[in-house]
């Protein structure tokens, strides 16, 4: 494959590296949609969903990575993805993130009964990271 047909994907949080490949095609979640990046598309940043990252390695192989938000910069063929927690599909641990789940339900509920805004917003948005966990672990 020509030098100018392929991506180079990283995807790293605070933790260090969670992902390199490269790829055909990325897929990622921006807030205003979903955004698909080939080759020679032009230079982008843009903010990530909680969401799966997912990786088009070649026509049988893709990948799916966890990313709990964070943003994307892509320039040269080279996409860089910034998370705040990304875990690769193979490494989620479901059972923590069914339990994270939960937690974060009880939470919701809580702060709905004490009309706690912030731990509302918090606790809703630790049940999305756990959901998104689930999901691409079931995929
Ligand atoms: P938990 O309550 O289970 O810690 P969390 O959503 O609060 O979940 P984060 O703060 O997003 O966790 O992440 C903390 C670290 O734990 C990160 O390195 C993240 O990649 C990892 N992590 C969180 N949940 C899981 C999971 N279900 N499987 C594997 N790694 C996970």
Redesign the pocket.
Known sequence: MAEDSVLTVSIV?P?GS?YDNNAEMIIVKTPSGEMGILPNHIPVIASLDIDAVRVKVNDNEEDEI?V?GGFIEFSKNVATVVA????CQE???????Q??KK?AEQMISTAKQTHNVDELKRSEI?LR??IN?INI?KH
């Open positions: 949080t933790d969670v966890a709990s705040n927690a990304a875990e490494d989620i641990d479901e059972n923590r993130a339990a994270a937690r630790a990271r756990a966990r672990s």
